[in-house]
């Protein structure tokens, strides 16, 4: 097994077990990890670090490309393993332990965290854990399903424990595309022009002095739980195919459209599910996670390429995936999620990007991150990179959840602000869409109460504004009031006026 | 006179009054001006134009690069002249219009108004009116001390007006760098690697077919009021230079920094007097205006280079300016602000941005923008530009002010978020500098309180975040208390509790 995976011949006394790798992380020291989306993450030694922490009172400061698979947050923070968490994080045991105050979690934008490591605004990395298809002549990896911030980790960390994964396949080799950028004051442009430029490597550059284990591992990446799209999605998808299809008609956009970031989930797979159906080809794609509805629109013809920093799939469509691979090989790239998310390259391409939000108000300032203002559900991850210089930037939501639609997603004044109304383009949910191009905030409001509040919630909406409009100023609020759909919602468990009776009823 | 200053022979026909030249503008019309912090803006046709306002009922949508000078906005706006204003303004009185609810006030990131012209994400301008110090043989404009957003408007507009000024001497060719982006999909890098990269043209690109009136004016830029850095600016100042020195000593730094961004105003200039008698060499300023402090670096022999979209001085700065403009010329670039202000730029080079909050909360959220939540005071400018993709984002505000420190600038929650705590690495009052970079919320909080806020309202503060704290939470807030700060002020003229007891005695 190890010959056609480490191709370096000096690599093969370093062959440990994952408890010995996770043995050699000392209290308070600083790891960088693989992994974006449950891809290409530390299947081995983080989880073992865990089961270390059972027993031992030991923390480390974890930083990743994006979130993790397994349960490997979740143990990481049952056991006290983790002193501070970055740049994101997707998991429910470790959520829990943020918002109760136990781990500090820096929530980043995802194209920064590579920088701030590089400038020194972030420790000095001790150890870097990085999965590996496998290690060629030179010492060097060819990663898995993600790439993430692992080059950067090898680059700076002090030591590097190499994870290979057999159940990748050796001609994974191929679809990554490594740069990293040269330091301050020497830096170049960034010399992407589309999505499928290359500019890089196929492989990380890895010090081979630097390299203490190489654990092996055979366990798939965490896979994707699809759940289907149900009458609200759909809704907000056909809403989005009709804009764009009077963006097409109007000429500012053709049937190519511009290349996509869409974020993860329900409402992306209904949107792209959308898309197949539409009057659209040659589209492309320059986005973080490649997921199922992605190899769909390229099934379907009508996706060129697709340019991301990992492959994110349900088991079906893994299977599929690498079944297919020498189809797919010559259209996917996956890279650096600081060149996938680079301000830069958004800025160049154009990018139509499609992201979900918590909540949204009157005004186009968008909560992607915080429930009720105070407790974080994931992060921000890249939606303020694609937000913020996209051609077209839009926010996705359903206009009220829970029963008796006690929640209103459409509010007064957001709790947490992610994204302000400058960085906001258009607002969908399932009962419109709100094109807030050229529009001032008293003219936003107008139109995101009528296309986007639901029913329940436009008159009360419309109350406030008007109320708060006979004050005057550029964005009216009265402070007083601006929350408190948020402090009715935590004394009635319901946003509405009136809730008790109503749901009694 | 017009010798000198319209070399293109067919364009002398063209010479009109700036009252001939306003008459062209119909209602609902949409225009487009130079000008751009009060610096080479419409100083005839605009004021002519709000003249003809004072007795016809017409409006239009004005969009500018940024302020404009003497008292055309005010002109225009209480004549009723504007139906809508983007994307930027600094005018009492138009300001008074727009929080009046009178006038519809766009406020964009300065870097985007020129992408939103040419995506036809903002209507299709009717007239350009662009000031120029001469028309060259090719019929094409050399502008004056502003670019702004003159050559986007030059480009797409259906007509141009000319406004030849001929207080501007005819040396100013050669300090602009003039360059338009390919549209997509053919974009390519913006080739700038340094403050001093030129890659474009000294002259702005005019369609003679567009233009339909050539206007000559005399009148100076309205000149930038300096007020002397007093003890809190000071202290500020002293404050980021100790910072910017222990950097170096940690080696983060040099003692040439890194390309330096400065908002306008009193802290700024400080700020610049601070670094011009610390240890520094080699500055360089890839920013969006020059000011007095600017020149004063250049003078002294530590700044080598400066790069920004406007020259806004004093007068006693100008006089100094053209009287030794030979000196500067080498020096200085003017560029258009969508360069100046690149998102794609910005990242490459690293710069220290440092802008001024009008109030930031114990999180690092930073209002620059709104008065209590609701009145715009000048506009988000490019603040946001900057601080999302600087090397360094600093804020600086006083902790309080007013009478009694009636007003506290750092609060439990900002009234309205224009820079989310990702944005924000450093924050100083003159009581002391926050240093943000690898810090959790909470961390944050604690610190912010420590460093920066006024004694006044320490205690407060450390209550709210102890008290919402309790409740848990990634961000602890109160969403009922988070804007008792406010809305204490509203009610008793101070932010204090108790404020009125203690204001008697």
Redesign the interface.
């Known amino acids: 097994m190890t010959d056609d995976r480490i191709l370096y011949q000096s690599y093969k006394d370093k062959i440990i077990s994952a408890q010995q790798a996770a043995s050699f992380f000392e209290d308070k020291m600083v790891v960088g990890s693989s992994g974006f989306t449950k891809a290409g993450d530390s299947k081995a030694v983080l989880p073992a670090f865990a089961k270390r922490a059972e027993k031992e009172s030991i923390g480390i400061t974890l930083i990743t490309g994006a979130s993790l698979g397994l349960t490997t947050d979740t143990d990481l923070a049952q056991n006290n393993a983790l002193y501070?968490r970055m740049p994101f994080q997707a998991d429910a045991g470790l959520r829990n332990k943020?918002?109760?105050?136990d781990i500090?979690?820096?929530?980043?934008?995802l194209s920064?965290t590579a920088?701030?490591l590089e400038?020194?605004?972030?420790?000095q990395l001790d150890f870097a854990v990085i999965e590996a298809t496998y290690i060629d002549e030179n010492g060097n990896i060819i990663p898995t399903t993600s790439v993430g911030n692992s080059a950067t980790f090898a680059k700076l960390a002090n030591k590097i424990i190499i994870e290979i994964n057999t159940s990748i396949p050796l001609k994974f080799k191929g679809i990554h595309d490594i740069f990293i950028q040269e330091n301050?004051?020497n830096?170049?442009?960034?010399?992407i022009?589309?999505s499928d430029t290359r500019i890089g490597e196929n492989f990380i550059i890895i010090d081979p002095e630097k390299v203490v284990g190489i654990v092996f591992t055979e366990l798939s990446d965490s896979f994707a739980q699809l759940s289907q799209p149900d009458a609200k999605t759909t809704a907000i998808a056909q809403h989005l195919v009709d804009f764009f299809e009077n963006e097409i008609k109007?000429k500012?956009l053709t049937t190519s459209l511009?290349p996509l970031q869409v974020g993860i989930g329900k409402v992306a797979n209904a949107v792209m599910s959308g898309l197949a159906k539409g009057n659209f080809k040659n589209l492309t794609m320059y986005s973080e996670v490649l997921q199922d509805s992605t190899f769909e629109l390229i099934d379907s013809g009508k996706m060129d390429f697709a340019s991301a920093s990992s492959i994110t799939v349900s088991e079906g469509c893994y299977k599929h995936l690498l079944d297919h691979f020498d189809d797919y090989k010559d259209k996917i790239i996956l890279r650096p999620q600081n060149i996938s998310n680079?301000?830069?390259v958004i800025?160049?391409?154009?990018i139509i990007a499609i992201n979900t939000a918590i909540e949204f108000d009157i005004y186009g300032?968008v909560n992607s991150t915080?429930i009720?203002?105070?407790?974080?559900m994931n992060g921000?991850g890249g939606s303020?990179d694609f937000a913020?210089?996209a051609?077209?930037s839009i926010f996705v939501s359903q206009s009220a959840s829970k029963e008796f639609n006690a929640i209103s997603h459409v509010l007064p004044m957001v709790?947490?602000?992610?994204h302000?109304e400058?960085d906001v383009?258009i607002l969908v949910t399932e009962q419109g869409l709100a094109d807030l191009?050229?529009?001032?905030p008293?003219?936003r409001a107008k139109l995101i109460i009528e296309k986007c509040a639901h029913p329940d919630y436009k008159e009360e909406l419309t109350d406030y504004f008007n109320r708060?409009?006979l004050?005057?100023?550029?964005?009216?609020?009265l402070?007083?009031e601006?929350?408190s759909f948020?402090?009715r919602f935590?004394n009635t468990s319901s946003m509405k006026q009136n809730a008790l009776v109503k749901s009694v009823y």
């Open positions: 501070k943020i918002n109760e105050g500090y979690f820096i929530d980043q934008h920064e920088e701030l400038n020194k605004h972030l420790p301050y004051p830096r170049k442009p960034i010399n022009t589309a109007e500012r511009m680079s301000a830069e800025r160049r391409l154009g300032n915080h009720s203002g105070t407790k974080m921000i303020g913020r210089n051609y077209l709790s947490h602000v992610d302000s400058h383009d191009r050229g529009l001032a008293r003219e708060a409009s004050h005057g100023g550029h964005t009216p609020h402070l007083e601006a929350f948020h402090t935590k």
